[in-house]
């Protein structure tokens, strides 16, 4: 026998991950650094013949492309919070930006890897000077910028309310400080910076290479093992934005066996569970337990206070027959 519920009154379904103002304003800042940069790079490798200094000129400007998605989806999430059409929110949005920024940045591998096999083939004369003091100030924009995306994990206050559902419906619906799940929109821009920096790292070891012993191919070389390295960074991106847009996180396995550990200890039997990440560091639950003497949706939210990664929770409850 499963009873029901009276309705509850109307409550949000705020997602957002912490610092999450604060995080878009720091992308755009990046932006406009990076974009600035670019400009420079693509025209100074171009003057001075670095395959390297090129590719690291257009792979910011793909970066600034990427990094606009971040910023976009920052505000959209932002701004829409509170509408109803999305039914858990719009914590999500930043792991869709995510992926889609992954994907640019694995075709940014492929196209620095494409165009440097063809420059091993066609190697052109470099002058290193230029190009190598070029370098240099675009890695210490790549670094600054790097500074400005890192993630401090800060944790914020928060406040909650809870809907009691009768004596055998529970929904909670708390705001959290995160602690599972990462932001990975962030995380997208940070990667993006980062790999700037290495192409500007390889490119000043190519260039210095040259430069000392004149082996032109080392430029391109270098080239291609950042592609190779930046492949595999986006490859671990596409994996972990993937997996919350499809609800397998892995943090969401952790916070179910911290459920099933609360709960089933007190004589009540998990039927049916299901956990799902809503937001950077927020989970949704939703708990079906069999019971000989079910207790009021109160005990039952005890149990799982200590989750605070469960930002909202519904729990059934059915009375064993047998």
């Known amino acids: ?58 792979h910011m400007s793909t970066h600034a492309g990427a990094m606009l998605i971040t910023a976009l989806a920052y505000r959209f999430a932002r701004r829409h919070a509170g509408n109803p059409r999305f039914t858990f929110g719009t914590g999500k949005l930043g792991d869709l930006a995510g992926f889609a920024s992954a994907v640019v940045l694995a075709l940014i591998a492929l196209l620095i890897g494409w165009e440097s096999l063809v420059r091993l083939t066609q190697p052109i004369q470099i002058d290193f000077n230029q190009a190598i003091a070029v370098a240099v100030v675009g890695l210490l924009i790549n670094l600054v910028c790097a500074w400005l995306l890192k993630d401090d994990h800060a944790h914020h206050a928060h406040h909650g309310h809870a809907h009691g559902h009768g004596h055998h419906h529970d929904h909670d ?29 390889l490119a000043i070891v190519a260039l210095l290479l040259g430069r000392s012993y004149g082996w032109l191919w080392a430029d391109p070389l270098m080239a291609v093992i950042g592609a190779l390295v930046i492949a595999r960074w986006s490859w671990g991106l596409i994996q972990d934005s993937g997996s919350v847009l499809l609800d397998a996180a892995a943090e969401g396995q952790e916070v179910r066996q911290e459920i099933r ?49 469960l930002s909202h929770v519904t729990v059934e409850v059915q009375r064993a027959t047998t």
Request: charged letters at 15%; proline letters at 5%.
């Open 173 to 201: 619906d708390d705001h959290h400080a995160p602690g599972k799940g990462r932001d990975n929109n962030l995380r997208a821009a940070y990667v993006h910076v980062l790999a700037d920096a290495l192409t500007s790292i």
């Open 1 to 58: 026998m499963n009873l029901h519920a009276p309705t509850t009154p109307a409550h949000d379904h705020f997602f957002l991950g912490a610092n999450h103002q604060r995080n878009e304003s720091k992308v755009w800042l990046v932006i406009a650094l990076t974009a600035s940069m670019m400009l420079v790079e693509i025209v100074a490798g171009t003057v001075y013949g670095s395959m390297a200094l090129v590719a690291d000129g257009w």
């Open 261 to 309: 550990e609360a709960m089933e200890p007190t004589g009540s039997h998990v039927t049916d569970l299901h956990v799902w990440q809503v937001g950077p560091g927020h989970f949704a639950a939703i708990v079906s337990l069999m019971a000989r003497e079910p207790k009021e949706p109160v005990h039952y939210k005890a149990l799982l206070a200590h989750i605070h990664e």
